[in-house]
């Protein structure tokens, strides 16, 4: 099981940027594919970016390509999410998350979550 913390949270104006991180413990980090994650008000869940666990492969939704970077310092056991060009429709609770294997698979199992921060993005 590994620990994980995120922050870099707040509010923002629309085309704005955040950046936030997650710090892991409890595992070897390197052995973790890496993902975000956010939830909007009275939405599921929804997959944001993923990264394999050197960093080699990132993967992306369709609605932040373009304007969100995930990348990870293996070193330091953390990950990022740099936001730009923010929107409203950004705002939610960003959480991420781990899978104990080599590359991210949206179809398994996510063995450990963060307990997530807020973002709010302003007309």
């Known amino acids: 099981q590994v620990q994980l913390v995120e922050s870099g949270g707040g509010l923002v104006q629309a085309g704005g940027s955040l950046r936030l991180s997650c710090a892991a413990s409890g595992r070897t980090f390197s052995n973790y594919a890496m993902g975000w994650f956010r939830q909007a008000p009275g939405k599921e869940r929804e997959f944001v970016a993923s990264i394999s666990r050197m960093g080699w492969t990132t993967d992306y939704q369709d609605s932040v390509k373009g304007r969100f970077t995930i990348s990870r310092d293996n070193a330091k056991n953390t990950i990022s999410l740099q936001m730009n060009s923010l929107k409203p429709e950004d705002t939610a609770v960003y959480y991420c998350?781990?899978?104990?294997?080599?590359?991210?698979?949206?179809?398994?199992?996510?063995?450990?979550w963060g307990q997530g921060t807020q973002v709010t993005v302003s007309l």
């Open positions: 998350a781990a899978q104990f294997r080599s590359s991210w698979s949206r179809d398994a199992v996510i063995a450990d």
